[in-house]
């Protein structure tokens, strides 16, 4: 099949460029406009799972990305744990945080989901902001350490550097993007969809919708509290100012804009949107409009997001220079059986 | 016995939807439940699948007391629907329905999901080899990859029986499979049923299409205002003075 050598081709080369980014001798600055993308990637993915995929809009993102933030945050600061195993904590309080949200508010349908998580997110960040004793308030917490360095024999791996922080955003983005493909073209991300299109049809054939629903809540929120805690230990400074409803917005809009329901979808949308944010800083108080503008027209005329467009892309290529054998149905269904959406890369 | 109900009572406030309904089913039967529109016959099925729980009485699937359980736990016990007005997974492919439809019987857990274990393979391969021979059965094979809501109506109705044999039911329960086909459909959905009774499944299949009732089941009840008024044979209730009543109203004596 051409059109799937085209897509592992270029899979392989994008993890190329992105594995030698910090060695082409780009600025400081845009290492770490890079990092910040691959960070929001990461959180994009996480909403990616709960609405992208199960169909439960969530604006409660930004809350986890906080929860994972501060937990190891404090975890670092407080009582000195390592980098190493603050992170997982971290991660692993958004998730259980998800749970117990999840449990209750999942069963309300539509937009009153939606409504329970912009109310959450907005109480998780008032913690932040009053929990002074803890949180330290709007000054926020300081001085995080950076990840210890790692030995490994013959070399020692420091993450005190932009270089550093960029291949560790980028290594957990991997590890975290194959256990994310498995998931999606197995039985559960098949459950996930199931439930977006007809939740009665989905319990019907066996699905248990609450467990599906709160486990792709949990994990929307343990990618969130994972990226929180790579952001902490890369910023090393984390205020309540970060997690507004404003950056759930900023997430959803990524994965929208890139294509939700797909997995290259949130990645291409985040790593645009936080670069079109930055660059665009040059405007300075127009920013904003020009944003709002542009998603205005991308919402209106590419629906499907960027992931859409390339689809479109490849289906105009391919009636202009048509295979000479065409698409049969005739294979045995093999892998094909978790085959993506059309439009899907 | 494979399917007992026994008292099976439905009440929305103070409207009593299906009245102490009392139904046995054995093993390989086709069971038609017929009755005038509003009669309660997809209650009752809504109670048997667990989408309604019931107000009283008890659904017994071999034996084990089913009544009031989720919907997902009635699926794994054995028990399949269709639905009056289609609901297939319409974005998704003919394949992938049925894989959801196979759900149930897959029994990898969480994480060989996650990391892709051989288990998850095997299970997989499994379901594949199943659902291939199922779909060649009913030849929709060769449309493996088109989207659901782009077959054409008649085939959408055969794809949802299909994707609820996927999960190899103990009893299928099929609401009005031929509601909205043409007589060239209903003829060929007729042919689907017998196919399935060859293959040795149980059914209890709400229709009003007498022309499939009669052909494919073995025996009928029939519901009037939730209450079952008869039972007996497709012949036995072709003639039965209760369902005449029933469909064309009493004689203009009694009626008055």
Redesign the interface.
């Known amino acids: 099949m051409r059109s799937e050598w085209i897509k592992y081709a270029a899979t392989g080369a994008i993890i190329l460029l992105a594995l030698v980014f910090p060695l082409l001798g780009v600025k400081s600055y845009y290492l770490h406009v890079a990092i910040l993308g691959l960070l929001h990637a990461i959180l994009a993915l996480g909403l990616n799972l709960i609405a992208g995929y199960t169909g439960q809009l969530s604006l409660a993102q930004a809350a986890f990305f906080g929860i994972g933030s501060y937990v190891s945050a404090l975890l670092m600061l407080n009582v000195k744990m390592s980098f190493w195993l603050a992170a997982p904590i971290g991660a692993c309080a958004a998730a259980l945080v998800g749970i117990l949200f999840g449990l209750p508010t999942l069963r309300l349908k539509g937009p009153y989901f939606v409504i329970s998580t912009l109310g959450f997110g907005e109480i998780i960040r008032l913690v932040f902001l009053n929990w002074e004793s803890v949180t330290r308030g709007p000054n926020g917490l300081t001085g995080i350490p950076a990840p210890d360095d790692v030995a490994l024999g013959f070399v020692t791996l420091t993450f005190d550097t932009k270089t550093g922080a960029y291949y560790l955003v980028l290594v957990t983005l991997l590890a975290v993007l194959a256990?994310y493909y498995?998931?999606v073209y197995?039985?559960?991300g098949?459950?996930l969809?199931?439930i977006h299109?007809?939740q009665?049809?989905?319990?019907?054939?066996?699905?248990?919708?609450t467990f599906y629903k709160v486990?792709a809540f949990a994990l929307s929120a343990f990618l969130s509290g994972l990226a929180g805690a790579l952001y902490a230990g890369y910023i090393r400074f984390i205020s309540p100012d970060t997690f507004t409803i404003g950056e759930a917005v900023n997430i959803l809009i990524m994965m929208v804009l890139g294509g939700m329901g797909t997995i290259a979808g949130p990645i291409i949308g985040a790593v645009s949107i936080t670069y079109l944010l930055e660059t665009m800083r040059v405007f300075a108080d127009y920013r904003l409009i020009i944003y709002g503008l542009l998603m205005f027209f991308i919402i209106l005329y590419m629906p499907q997001g960027l992931v859409g467009v390339l689809a479109m892309a490849k289906d105009f290529l391919a009636a202009r220079f048509p295979l000479p054998i065409s698409r049969g149905?005739?294979e045995?269904?093999?892998q094909?059986?978790?085959?993506p959406?059309?439009g899907e890369i | 016995m494979l399917l007992e109900c026994a008292g099976l009572t439905m009440r929305f406030g103070g409207l009593t939807a299906v009245d102490a309904v009392d139904l046995k089913l054995e093993k390989g039967q086709i069971m038609g439940l017929i009755g005038p529109n509003g009669s309660g016959k997809t209650t009752f099925f809504n109670m048997v699948s667990g989408i309604y729980k019931p107000t009283a009485g008890e659904v017994r699937l071999s034996g084990r007391n089913i009544a009031g359980r989720r919907p997902d736990y009635v699926a794994s016990c054995g028990i399949a629907r269709t639905f009056q007005n289609i609901r297939l997974f319409s974005g998704m492919t003919v394949w992938e329905n049925v894989m959801i439809g196979r759900h149930c019987r897959m029994r990898q857990s969480i994480l060989d999901d996650i990391l892709g274990t051989a288990r998850k393979q095997a299970e997989e391969k499994a379901a594949q080899e199943y659902l291939t021979g199922l779909l060649t059965l009913f030849k929709m094979q060769h449309m493996l990859h088109e989207q659901a809501k782009n077959l054409p109506y008649g085939k959408q109705r055969e794809l949802e029986i299909i994707r609820a044999m996927a999960s190899e039911p103990e009893l299928l329960l099929l609401d009005e499979p031929a509601a909205g086909m043409n007589p060239q459909e209903t003829a060929e959905l007729i042919e689907f049923i017998r196919k399935l009774r060859d293959m040795g499944v149980t059914i209890l299949v709400v229709e009003h299409d007498m022309k499939l009732v009669m052909n494919t089941c073995d025996r009928i009840a029939v519901l009037n205002n939730g209450r079952k008024i008869a039972e007996g044979s497709p012949r036995e209730i072709q003639t039965n003075e209760a369902v005449i009543k029933a469909y064309l109203g009493k004689k203009v004596k009694e009626g008055a």
């Open positions: 256990l498995n998931l197995s039985r559960i098949r459950a969809r199931a299109s007809d009665i049809a989905a319990e019907v054939m066996g699905i248990n919708l486990f149905t005739d045995p269904p093999g094909k059986g978790a085959a959406v059309k």
